[in-house]
Nanobody, 116 residues
Framework: QAQLVESGGGLVQPGGSLRLSCAAS????????MGWYRQAPGKQREMVAT???????RYADSLKGRFTISRDNAKNTVYLQMNSLKPEDTAVYYC??????????WGQGTQVTVSS
């Protein structure tokens, strides 16, 4: 059973930056498609960014240029660098992993609050 553990969330002022990390306890991490999703209060969960096995990336259109997803297969970790944060980025951020067998795993989420 895979386990994903997020860290790095917190309170940040508008315009600030945060770096989220997701440590994956899985075999064959490099074969997983990894992603970050977020869910704001009263809203549906939405895709933030994904990164494939060949490190190809995909972003929500509204976040391009501010957020960067990356992975370190040697550390079984995926990152989300978030810059120029806005109050509307406030949400619980979830790590997601899709195994080569089609099984999806979720982390427990980490809260990001952007407020002055």
């Amino acid at each position: 059973q895979a386990q994903l553990v997020e860290s790095g969330g917190g309170l940040v002022q508008p315009g600030g930056s945060l770096r989220l990390s997701c440590a994956a306890s899985v075999r064959g991490f490099s074969f997983y498609i990894m992603g970050w999703y977020r869910q704001a209060p009263g809203k549906q969960r939405e895709m933030v960014a994904t990164i494939g096995t060949n490190e190809n990336t995909r972003y929500a259109d509204s976040l391009k240029g501010r957020f960067t997803i990356s992975r370190d297969n040697a550390k079984n970790t995926v990152y989300l660098q978030m810059n120029s944060l806005k109050p509307e980025d406030t949400a619980v951020y979830y790590c997601n992993g899709l195994s080569p067998f089609g099984t999806t795993y979720w982390g427990q989420g980490t809260q990001v609050t952007v407020s002055s």
